[in-house]
């Protein structure tokens, strides 16, 4: 479905050839002041150069040609206005005939993509045995709604959580236990290899697991033959020790478990659930390759590759494949985590979402990806890097103890002082708030963190997030909330809109909620192109404000003339189908009363 803009684009083109101009400079911009008109043409000024002419010379040869194309008088009105402008607005026909093709198109007008490609988002990064903290929101957030706004448009994409579940933490796990309950059977000389032989049930529950790693961790910094044993228990976990084996999958059962229901909470899955553990087959064969290939050499015990270019602004460090005592890093992991995604899946693209601070590191590892031959040339690899999230005294945010706030803490803190609001202030059955509460609590969360810039830190302020009024999620949320009432009411009264004419606007207010709704395919498709979330936030934004407008400025329901009345109400589910996917794209939905 053509965008207005093109649509006008194209009669400007048009425009343009009949006046004896070059057709190029017939692009159509909506307006930089919305106070004088809706969109504008600048090619005369352009043109000017090329023709040798005045801007508004030309200006006026192309409005004269253009009034005489058929049917424009039905689409737009304009004017010249010095030194060159082409000042434009459309007609409430073109935009009332828009939006009624609009309700028929099965993409609501967004753009699909004219060759899909499949992409992989790699976001998430948990690390096992390990809750879930607020650092783990803003991948989270950000890497569900990319991945969302890439299905939008037409690809097929697969997010993967790339679980921390191979490193260090899990030797700290097996010597703590081990030091606590040795006579356990994983701990056998004779522990069987049989891993259906293993009790059932694990040996400890996700809170005493929580506790542990905390515990091993610190005790290793204090003693370094606990330390020593913690590397060789990783060590014999890595080569297969049986024992060892069944307990880390019993680690895997509850910590994943438990990561599930905390990201079920966030309205955020993962199609995969992959870990650097499954890519331990591919690391032997990808240094090999990258020994015989010469891609890779050793340089002070290390095996690393070079990956600076002779353009470079600043020094880019070799990369890492294997330390000195030949263990291997997270660059490696890393890398053969490619390989495996090239080798299982095929992407035309791969996307992280990672903290921006990782910038030089994902540099590091793309440039040795590629000289590795580990993708293929046209295999896309991106950073999307993300800003810290700040308390209010701009530092990253913590609990009033000072330490790092557990996810499920954050969601239980918003979630409360919710269930507060909306059952002193809100028209919500008692047997709704709860679950009223936790819908609005994530519009909340989720939009407090997209609607800023994903590069950018931002301050975390729950009391701003949670407001009803301002740039919020609850806003929007009420916004919906308040759309789906008149629908609803409406139709309590027996009023049928559903296969009404949906009429020119009769008003400014009504006008301007019409270009709104216009540019949905339009703002969702620049989204996409900068994979950037909080341009679908300032346009629900920009949105429910000017419905607000419309609703207080129209008598809808009381509307005497039963077609305009209809139009009305079709032109609020017009705005309702929007919202609704606009917010679902960011990871969130609505409540039916608030």
Known sequence: MQKIQNILTEKLEEAFALAGYDKKYGYVRLSDRPDLCEFQCNGALSAAKQYHKAPFMIADDVLSNLLKIEGVNNI???????????????TGELLAGYLEEMMQDAYLSIPQVS??????????????????????????????????????????????????????????????????????????????EDMSKYPEKAPFTISELEEIYPFASKKSKEDEAYKAMAMEATHELQIGKPGYRALWNKIMELSVADLKKNYERLNVSFELWKGESDV???????????????????????????????????????????KSDGASLYNTTDLATIMER??????DEIIYVVDKRQSLYFTQVFRAARKAGLVDESTELVHVGFG????????????????????????????????????????????DVENTAEIVSLSAIKYGD?????????????????????????????????????????????????EAKLLAPAAAVEKSLMLDLTRFGSAIGEAYEELAPHKICAYIYDTANDFNRFYHETKILSEPDEARRASYLKLLEVALRVLEKSIDILGFGAPDHM
């Not at 737009?76 to 607005?89: D, H, K, M, S, Y």
């Not at 090999?288 to 020094?315: R, S």
């Open 76 to 90: 737009l009105t304009a004017e010249v206005v010095r030194p060159g402008f082409i000042n434009i607005n459309v």
């Open 280 to 322: 331990q087959p591919y690391i032997a064969p990808m240094v090999e390759k990258m020994k015989a290939e010469g891609t890779a050499h050793y340089d002070q015990g290390a095996l690393v590759i070079d990956v600076a270019e002779p353009d470079d602004k600043k020094t880019i460090p070799p990369c890492m494949v294997l």
């Open 388 to 431: 810290t999230m700040n308390g209010r005294d701009g530092k990253p945010f913590k609990t009033r103890a000072g330490g790092v706030m557990r996810l499920e803490t954050l969601l239980n803190e918003i979630n409360e002082g919710m269930i507060g609001k909306i059952r002193e202030n809100r028209n919500v059955r008692a047997e």
């Open 342 to 347: 090239m080798k299982l899946y095929a992407p």
């Open 115 to 192: 060759t899909p490609k499949k992409i992989m988002i790699d976001y998430g990064g948990p690390n096992v045995a390990k809750p879930l903290h607020v650092g783990h929101l803003r991948s989270a957030v950000i890497g569900e709604s990319i991945k969302r706004l890439c299905r939008a448009v037409g690809n097929e994409v697969l997010g993967d959580v790339h679980l921390g579940d191979w490193g260090l933490q899990m030797g700290l796990i097996i010597t703590e236990l081990k030091a606590r309950e040795p006579e356990l059977i994983y701990f056998s000389d004779d522990a069987p």
């Open 450 to 498: 997209l609607s800023n810039q994903a590069a950018k830190d931002y301050v975390f302020d729950t009391d701003k997030f949670t407001a009803f009024e301002g740039n919020t999620g609850p806003y929007i949320l009420y916004t919906i909330v308040r759309i789906k009432s008149i629908l609803e009411k409406a139709a309590e009264n027996g009023i049928d809109w559903h």
